[in-house]
Structure formats: C-alpha cells, structure tokens
C-alpha cells in the first residue's frame, strides 16, 4: 500500500507571491490533516478536509486555505507569501471515521520563504 | 481549545539509558498515539492504544493508556542513537473525530 505522497518536497519562493502544495492520501483514506511546523516548534494544526468539505480548522488567517478533491487528494494554498510561512509543512492522512483514528503522515514540503 | 501537555519538552541522556516521558490532558481520550519524527521528515507512528490501561509493546518501545483515560506514557527502554528524533503523543478525545497532539519531546543522546 502507497503511503502518503507529498509534493514538492522543497520549495523557495519570495514573499508576496502565492503557493500550492499537494497531498495524496493513502488508499481508501477520506480525510486530509494539515499542520504547519516551525523550526524547534510543535505541530500547528491548519485544517481538516473530509469527503471534499473542511471539516476541522486552526487558527491560522485566511491566508491559508485547502480543498479537497473527489479522489480524496488535497491542496492547501498559502496567498501572499509573509518570511514567518516558512516552515515544514505535514499532511496527514486517515480513514476519517471509526475507532481507529490512527493518522498517517507525509515527508512534508519544506517551504522556505525568501 | 483543547490541550495536551507533553514531558519533558526535552531530554539529554546517554546512550543505554532507559527514557520516559508523558502525556496529560483535562479532557477524556479514546486514543492515545506516538509518533516519532526525525529531522526533516514526517512524524512516523510508533504505538496506538485503544482502551484505558492498555499497555503496549514495540521492540523496546512500551506505551500505556492511563487508567482515568486523561494520560499516556511512552518508555524506551536501553537507549541507542537512532532514537534519537522528536516524540510526539497524539490522542482523539471522547465524542470528537479529531486528532490532538502533544508538543512534542526533543530526545538527544549521548555517544
């Protein structure tokens, strides 16, 4: 079973610009976590997405966005790109339902704004 | 919003020695996790625990669910390099479909 795929995994850009990154889930898996981590820091929690509708949110600015697609895959969009965005961005997938809400994660997208 | 409070937020030890480390919470789990995230890669989960005084084993790896089902703990028994990384815990709290976790425990070892 394909594990989670994260792409790309590294990226620079300026600030003021936009950016997408991308997320597939492992197979049969409906919800798509994503969580920002700073260097030294914890894993900030962003937003949840199941059957294509956000069904969790942090407390992060409207700056940061995601959908998700009918495949289950996920993005998440940062908009005019601040120094303090770079960091480690996680996915995390998992089936979303049940008693096993064990959550699977990616190698990340390390996002460095310059 | 709800918390988990991970301990220690660090540890300094020597290569062989046993680590522990905890997790606590005001709210009910019906979960507890550990992961494991190396530097620059994804957490990787280690141990899941269902049921409240569940006491789990991976390799030298033991976890338990705390009786009152608020607490988790996670032991490395006989420390060797590689563990060395960042542990989370993570847990889904009763009546809710969403993961917290814990602000991780920064694990250093000593050659």
């Known amino acids: 079973k394909a594990g989670v795929t994260q792409t790309p995994r590294y990226l620079i850009k300026t600030r003021g610009q936009q950016v997408t990154l991308s997320c597939s889930p492992i197979s049969g898996h409906r919800s798509v976590s994503w969580y920002q981590q700073t260097p030294g820091q914890g894993l900030q929690f962003l937003f949840e997405?199941?059957?294509?509708?956000?069904?969790n949110k942090g407390n992060f600015p409207g700056r940061f966005s995601g959908r998700q697609f009918s495949n289950s895959r996920s993005e998440m969009n940062v908009s005019t790109l601040e120094l303090g965005d770079s960091a480690l961005y996680l996915c995390?997938?998992?089936?979303?339902?049940?008693?096993?809400?064990?959550?699977?994660f990616g190698q990340g997208t390390r996002l460095t704004v310059v | 919003g709800q918390q988990l409070n991970q301990s220690p937020q660090s540890m300094f030890i020597q290569e062989g020695e046993d680590v522990s480390m905890n997790c606590t919470s005001s709210?009910?789990?019906?979960?507890w996790l550990w992961y494991k995230q190396d530097p620059g890669e994804g957490p990787v989960l280690l141990i899941a625990?269902?049921?409240?005084?569940e006491l789990t084993s991976n390799g030298r790896l033991t976890a338990q669910f705390g009786i009152t089902r608020k607490d988790s703990f996670l032991n490395i028994s006989a420390s060797i390099p590689s563990d060395v990384g960042i542990y989370f815990c993570a847990g889904q709290i009763q009546g809710a479909q969403k993961l917290v976790f814990g602000q991780g425990t920064r694990l250093t070892i000593n050659p």
């Open positions: 625990l269902y049921k409240a005084g």
């Open positions: 709210s009910i789990f019906n979960t």
């Open positions: 995390a997938s998992s089936s979303g339902q049940g008693a096993f809400p064990e959550a699977f």
């Open positions: 997405y199941f059957s294509e509708t956000q069904r």
